[in-house]
């Protein structure tokens, strides 16, 4: 079992920024691709971006890339989501989840893992 949790969300006006960090402990929590999605009200849950196990490959989304940027610290077992020029169309709960151990993943089906969600809302 690997165990997510998240933190960092709160409320941000647009143009402003947020790191959200994901803590994973458990058994070989280090050992796997990790991903972040999002899910805001009335909307499924959506693929934001997404790093390697060794964090030297990254993948976003279209709706996110040049603004948000993940990085993981594999020492201390966290991972990173920078966002910055955020705009009220992030407004979402952000989820970190645990993904394949050899390859990146954008669905929701290839994460076995997730942690309880942080809140971001952005304010225009």
């Known amino acids: 079992q690997v165990q997510l949790v998240e933190s960092g969300g709160g409320l941000v006006q647009a143009g402003g920024s947020l790191r959200l960090s994901c803590a994973a402990s458990g058994r070989t929590s280090g050992a796997y691709s990790m991903g972040w999605f999002r899910q805001a009200p009335g909307k499924e849950r959506e693929f934001v971006a997404a790093?390697?196990?060794?964090?030297?490959?990254?993948y976003y989304a279209d709706s996110v890339k040049g603004r948000f940027t993940i990085s993981r610290d594999n020492a201390k077992n966290i991972v990173f989501l920078q966002m910055d020029s955020l705009k009220p169309e992030d407004t979402a709960v952000y989820y970190c989840?645990?993904?394949?151990?050899?390859?990146?993943?954008?669905?929701?089906?290839?994460?076995?893992?997730w942690g309880q969600g942080t809140q971001v809302t952005v304010s225009s």
């Open positions: 989840a645990a993904g394949p151990r050899f390859r990146l993943a954008t669905t929701r089906h290839e994460y076995n893992y």
């Open positions: 790093i390697t196990r060794s964090g030297s490959t990254t």
